[in-house]
C-alpha cells in the first residue's frame, strides 16, 4: 500500500496511479509457482484501492516497450529491488528518445506485510507454536 501511495505522491497532485498487475504466467515463471490469488482477483483487488485510478494485467510475453506505448505514462515507479526493471525501462526511454521520469520508491520496514509470500510466511509461523 505504502508502496502506490508513494508512487501516486512522485506525480504530483493531479497525478493518476495506473497499475500493472502481473500476469499468472509471469509470476510463475519469476518466482516459480503460480500466485494464491489469480491474476483477475488481484488486478480487481489492486483497482479497488482508493489511491489506484487504474489496474490492468501485464501482457503475458512482458514487453516494457509495449506497456510504455498503451499507458504512454509521465512517470514510471519502480520498487527497491527492481534493478533489471528499471533498467529495461531506463534503455526503453532513451532509445525511443522519450521524456519520461523513472522513480525509484524506497524499501519499507522488513516487518510490513507487503507480499503475499511475507503474509503465508507469517501464517505459518502462526500455527507452528
Given at each position: 500500500?505504502r508502496?502506490?501511495?508513494?508512487?501516486?505522491?512522485?506525480?504530483?497532485?493531479?497525478?493518476?496511479?495506473?497499475?500493472?498487475?502481473?500476469?499468472?504466467?509471469?509470476?510463475?515463471?519469476?518466482?516459480?509457482?503460480?500466485?494464491?490469488?489469480?491474476?483477475?482477483?488481484?488486478?480487481?483487488?489492486?483497482?479497488?484501492?482508493?489511491?489506484?485510478?487504474?489496474?490492468?494485467?501485464?501482457?503475458?510475453?512482458f514487453?516494457?516497450?509495449?506497456?510504455?506505448e498503451?499507458?504512454?505514462?509521465?512517470?514510471?515507479?519502480?520498487?527497491?529491488?527492481?534493478?533489471?526493471?528499471?533498467?529495461?525501462?531506463?534503455?526503453?526511454?532513451?532509445?525511443?528518445?522519450?521524456?519520461?521520469?523513472?522513480?525509484?520508491?524506497?524499501?519499507?520496514?522488513?516487518d510490513?506485510?507487503?507480499?503475499?509470500?511475507?503474509?503465508?510466511?507469517?501464517?505459518?509461523?502462526?500455527?507452528?507454536?
Amino acid at each position: 500500500m505504502r508502496y502506490l501511495e508513494e508512487a501516486k505522491k512522485a506525480g504530483g497532485e493531479n497525478a493518476e496511479l495506473i497499475v500493472i498487475v502481473a500476469r499468472d504466467s509471469t509470476v510463475e515463471k519469476r518466482k516459480g509457482y503460480r500466485p494464491v490469488i489469480p491474476e483477475n482477483q488481484r488486478r480487481a483487488l489492486v483497482e479497488s484501492l482508493k489511491v489506484v485510478d487504474e489496474a490492468i494485467l501485464g501482457y503475458e510475453e512482458f514487453d516494457i516497450g509495449k506497456v510504455i506505448e498503451k499507458i504512454k505514462p509521465d512517470i514510471v515507479a519502480v520498487g527497491h529491488d527492481q534493478d533489471g526493471m528499471e533498467k529495461a525501462v531506463k534503455d526503453y526511454i532513451r532509445d525511443k528518445g522519450l521524456k519520461i521520469k523513472v522513480v525509484r520508491i524506497g524499501k519499507f520496514s522488513e516487518d510490513e506485510l507487503d507480499s503475499s509470500s511475507k503474509i503465508k510466511q507469517k501464517i505459518i509461523e502462526h500455527y507452528k507454536r
